[in-house]
């Protein structure tokens, strides 16, 4: 172009001169003609055409018409004359456009006479050629042209290649809304389709009004709704839509974030593009109402868990509050939860949300004044510091290793520009950080078609790897396997705020965190954190509260809650029938799944699985598994509880194990030979043989030997998860097995000992574990564990018809209950769970009105943490010598009112009890606490008594 003057040409309306180099090996020559190479006269006029087309866009008509297109103005006949050529020896070309008229409306509109000259000589005329900018939408174009597709990484991939829809079958899971399937070319239509798609409501966007859109690929993240309760331009509150993504199991974020988990940016889209979806049909927009433009306002959410690769599809549920307007405004409140959906149809909750839209006319960005700052806040912008770190150039300790900062696709800091560590108002630091803006970002392009603006969930991810850029200056991964970050920081709530937008035009966009908490919890070392992001000198987000934690990021190290409040099946199993604990076979099943994550195949078998305590559950409680190879033969395995203890917290190992995976270790033994001597038995959960609750109940007839046991177990009887191997399954085996009366076993056992399972030195599986059907369980006494008499060992085979599927070996520990061998089983039940008083149920001694308690007896009898205070109903976590204190006193007057020792109030100063919520006599005690004893007397009302 060597000359444009909108005041120029002959009419003084604009002229235009631009000048291409003529080659003989330009591509025309080839095919128009043969022996007679010359320019085609079409090409000719083309240029002239697209000498216009510049001259429309240099004046700055495409500004606001993102993805219009020029074409001649129709219906119109047009006078062109040829008078030269241009062949391989000519040497330039030069178009001419002198300008007859130039209208804006309705359509940017240019009419002009065309002059094509060739090394000087007019070879080309054509006079009132007329060119106008129209309305277009590309999807109308690119869906033809492939399958569809995914960008699989941060290397930029053409818009026009993510368009595709060649070939796409019918989804039968799409729902139907306003007479259309919203499907995945619904949600593509809706970032860069023809409004008129959606019906009559998008007919009045046709002519070239812009209408709020989903994102485009590489940012749309909604595959489909699901399913509505909604009714199109009706906004009631209460209004719903669900939505579903598909995970791809290869895409950018994935491969461009520090680690294969969902980075928090797009998790915060998967979550609010529903809304806007949900919004499009609930808010009516009249024919003559303004140009709008849909924003994000606000939100505080929690992620509840991560989304890492291998997820199949996040499921969201906008509901829509009560919409309110003001000034042209109009503001629609959404409350918003996600879940995660695996192939089983399980679903884990993913994050929940209460976010705010609004619906703004493009005069309201014009007088945004953002978030006014303090003269010392805006101070802070340019105070200097002398650490500046270039970010952009993946420098070894923030752009390797496992513990790292993404890649650049999703980088959105260019440089830290001041980092002071003893700053704020905790005194744990200050940050800053920066970014300029390119108008050709990717983003610009993708959010949204019409309408370019940078992803508000971009500017939280650029606080998150501030955050993240500071948990690496604080060496927060010291002394863990693979430390990684997570999204954000999972359980924490983030809050943000916005009262701006950055736009192409823009130049700096700075960002700013003031740490406000540094620390370590159950999941790891973590930081919070104030921040605040400002473009241009205009601050414009404000996010009250972020957090950003490292965690473990080995491929077998999984982190997991167990509450039995939420997996209700866990509260089945109460080996005293008081405390619920974790089942022997789920630490099995656990330690099985960790080395399934690190070897990628099934497991077949495990060796010298060691409990080192007990797991009781009073409440929740987090727990970690974690695997690598063993320094022989399989993998090794280990299960460990988080333990608080201030400063001191941390996990600790309760199990472990050595895993075999991959073939099937050899053919399996011969099965046991049939029991000579069994007599079937009384259901052993009714009758209190087995404490199991009914998700665990998988056992429907047992009969016992003196050798040895025969069980039927039902595979789908019990509703415990399956998990790794079937651990519902593995625990029923073990119902076979009399640990409550293991003397009909043992010649001269006493019976007050009860065996609980210790260690497992070996489990073979040689098929998986079936879900549904008969399997015959067989259990036999092998001896004694290294000649220990309180060690037995007993041998378990598991068969479905003839076919040896599973067998182990146990070893139990025994273990004296005090008072237990007065007790019948049904009595042991009915005194653990405070059904009913037992006479004989007491851990003390009354003699001629003395109760005598050995403060050794309570400590032994808490083999499960927490049984005496559930049983006495005592205040969690008394020191021993009170708890058995008032302990003895209950039971002194349990005896002497005839009610269980649960029932039994106690005064504060301990010399006076009563029996809960029945009036009557209150009978008075003394308390003579001796060295290791607590004696308690008082005078008796009833001899008899």
Not at 453 to 463: D, K, T, Y
Not at 821 to 841: C, I, K, N, Q
Request: glycine fraction near 10%.
């Amino acid at each position: 172009m060597s000359s444009l003057d909108p005041a120029g040409g002959p009419w003084g309306r604009g002229y235009l001169r631009a000048e291409s180099e003529v080659r003989p090996d330009d591509w025309f020559f080839d095919g128009h003609f043969h022996n007679d190479p010359c320019m085609p006269g079409t090409l000719m006029f083309e240029g002239c055409v697209q000498a216009m087309a510049f001259y429309l866009a240099a004046l700055g008509f495409t500004l606001d018409r993102d993805g219009w297109r020029f074409e001649p103005v129709s219906d119109e006949s047009y006078r062109m004359r040829c008078r030269g050529q241009v062949t391989p020896r000519s040497r330039r070309v030069r178009y001419e456009v002198f300008v007859s008229g130039l209208s804006s409306r309705p359509r940017p509109t240019l009419r002009a006479d065309l002059l094509c000259t060739v090394d000087g000589l007019p070879a080309f005329h054509a006079s009132g050629v007329g060119l106008a900018l129209v309305p277009d939408w590309p999807l109308e174009y690119w869906r033809w042209l492939g399958p569809p597709a995914v960008q699989t990484s941060g290397a930029p991939v053409p818009l026009p290649v993510l368009g595709g829809l060649r070939g796409l079958e019918p989804d039968p899971a799409a729902a139907t809304l306003a007479g259309r399937t919203v499907d995945f070319p619904s949600m593509l239509a809706a970032a860069w389709g023809r409004p008129s798609v959606f019906g009559t409501r998008g007919t009045r966007f046709d002519g070239g009004k812009r209408c709020a859109r989903l994102p485009g690929p590489p940012y749309l993240f909604v595959t489909r709704i699901v399913d509505a309760g909604l009714e199109p331009d009706r906004p009631r509150p209460g209004s719903w839509l669900v939505a579903e993504y598909d995970v791809p199991e290869q895409v950018w974020y994935f491969e461009e974030n520090g680690t294969r988990v969902m980075p928090f940016a797009v998790l915060n889209e998967v979550v609010l593009q529903p809304c806007g979806m949900a919004a499009s049909l609930l808010v009516p927009q009249p024919p003559d109402a303004p140009e709008l433009f849909f924003r994000n306002l606000q939100g505080n959410g929690t992620v509840l868990r991560e989304v890492p690769a291998g997820t199949r599809t996040l499921r969201t549920r906008v509901e829509m509050g009560d919409p309110s307007q003001f000034d042209g405004v109009t503001l629609v409140p959404f409350e918003v939860f996600c879940e995660a959906v695996d192939e089983t149809g399980a679903q884990l909750p993913v994050m929940e949300l209460s976010t705010q839209f609004g619906y703004f006319p493009a005069a309201s960005f014009a007088r945004q004044p953002g978030l006014p700052p303090s003269a010392a806040e805006r101070a802070r912008l340019a105070e200097p510091c002398d650490r500046v770190v270039e970010l952009r150039h993946r420098q070894e300790r923030h752009g390797s290793g496992s513990l790292r900062l993404p890649g650049p696709m999703l980088l959105m800091l260019d440089r830290i520009t001041g980092y002071w560590p003893d700053a704020g108002r905790a005194g744990l630091g200050r940050l800053r950080a920066e970014r300029k803006v390119d108008a050709g970002d990717w983003y610009f392009r993708a959010h949204f078609f019409t309408d370019p603006v940078q992803p508000g969930s971009l500017g939280l991810e650029g606080v998150v790897q501030l955050l993240q850029w500071y948990l690496l200056e604080r060496d927060a991964g010291t002394g863990l396997t693979a430390p990684r970050f997570e999204s954000v920081a999972v359980g924490h709530e983030v809050r943000w705020l916005y009262r701006g937008q950055v736009v192409p035009s823009d130049g700096l966009v700075t960002f700013e965190a003031e740490i406000t908490e540094y620390g370590t919890d159950a999941r790891g070392r973590y930081a919070c954190a104030e921040a605040w992001l400002w473009v241009d000198g205009r601050r414009i987000y404000h996010l009250p509260r972020i957090g950003v934690r490292v965690v473990d990021g080995h491929p077998a190290v999984r982190e997991l809650e167990l509450d039995p409040a939420v997996d209700t099946w866990l509260d089945d199993h109460r080996p005293n029938f008081v405390v619920p604990a974790v089942p022997m076979m789920t630490t099995v099943d656990q330690l099985a799944a960790a080395a399934a994550r690190l070897t990628g195949q099934p497991v077949v078998g495990l060796r010298e699985v060691q409990l080192h305590r007990w797991l009781p559950l009073p409440g929740p409680v987090r727990i970690r598994t974690d695997a690598e190879p063993a320094a022989g033969e399989g993998t090794a395995a280990r299960l460990s509880v988080w333990r608080e203890a201030g400063e001191l917290s941390r996990y600790e190992v309760v199990g472990e194990a050595t895993v075999l995976t991959g073939a099937v270790p050899g053919p399996p033994p011969a099965l046991f030979p049939p029991l000579p001597d069994g007599r079937p038995q009384p259901d052993p959960y009714e009758a209190a043989e087995l404490f199991h609750g009914p998700a665990l109940r998988y056992l429907t007839s047992l009969t016992v030997g003196s050798t040895g046991s025969s069980a039927v177990l039902d595979a789908g009887r019990g509703t415990t998860p399956f998990g790794q191997l079937g651990q519902g399954l593995l625990d029923g085996f073990l119902h076979a097995i009399p640990s409550q009366s293991l003397w009909r076993w043992i010649p001269g056992l006493s019976r007050d000992l009860v065996g609980y399972p210790h260690r497992l030195p070996w489990l073979d599986l040689y098929e998986p574990l079936p879900t549904s059907g008969e399997l015959r369980v067989e259990a036999r006494f092998a001896g004694f564990d290294q000649g220990h008499h309180l060690l037995p060992v007993i041998d378990v085979q598991a068969r479905v018809g003839t076919r040896l599927v599973a067998r182990l070996r146990l070893v139990e520990f025994l273990v004296r209950l005090p008072g237990s061998e007065r007790m019948p089983l049904r009595d042991r039940r009915a005194f653990a769970t405070g059904l009913r008083y037992v006479p004989t149920a007491r851990l003390s001694h009354t003699r001629d009105g003395i109760t005598t308690l050995s403060v050794d007896t309570v400590r032994r009898f808490d083999t499960l943490p927490g049984t005496t205070s559930r049983i006495y109903r005592l205040p969690a976590g008394l020191p021993l010598p009170e708890r058995s204190t008032r302990i003895a006193v209950k039971e002194h007057v349990s005896g002497l009112a005839r009610a269980h020792p649960g029932q039994i109030e106690v005064a504060a100063d301990l010399r006076s009890a009563w029996v809960a919520g029945v009036p009557g006599t209150v009978w008075p005690v003394r308390v003579e606490p001796e060295a290791d004893v607590v004696v308690v007397r008082c005078p008796l009302p009833d001899r008899d008594a």
